[in-house]
């Protein structure tokens, strides 16, 4: 089992930054894809971006050019960078960790508002 932790969400006003992590412990070893979705209210969960342990990166169309995902292997932990952030980007962020057979675990969420 994985428990994953986030943190760093928060009120930003359009345009602006946030950095999300994402602190993975536990049975670590057995993920091989880390990640974040989002879900705002209304609205189906979404994937925003992944990371797999070779480096290799996805990110949804909306979100290309502003956010970045990576990972600090030492410390376990996962970011995301947001930029340019716009307020159809506010949502619930949640990180997970991918295992085989499609194993998923799940972080507690973190609120993300874009609002002046």
């Known amino acids: 089992q994985v428990q994953l932790v986030e943190s760093g969400g928060g009120l930003v006003q359009p345009g602006g930054s946030l950095r999300l992590s994402c602190a993975a412990s536990?049975?670590?070893?057995?993920?091989?894809?880390m990640g974040w979705y989002r879900q705002a209210p209304g609205k189906q969960r979404e994937l925003v971006a992944r990371i797999t342990n070779g480096g290799n990166t996805n990110y949804a169309d909306s979100v290309k050019g502003r956010f970045t995902i990576s990972r600090d292997n030492a410390k376990n932990t996962v970011y995301l960078q947001m930029n340019s952030l716009k307020p159809e980007d506010a949502a619930v962020y949640y990180c997970?960790?991918?295992?085989?057979?499609?194993?998923?675990?799940w972080g507690q969420g973190t609120q993300v508002t874009v609002s002046s």
């Open positions: 997970y960790g991918l295992r085989p057979g499609n194993a998923l675990d």
């Open positions: 536990g049975s670590i070893f057995s993920i091989y894809a």
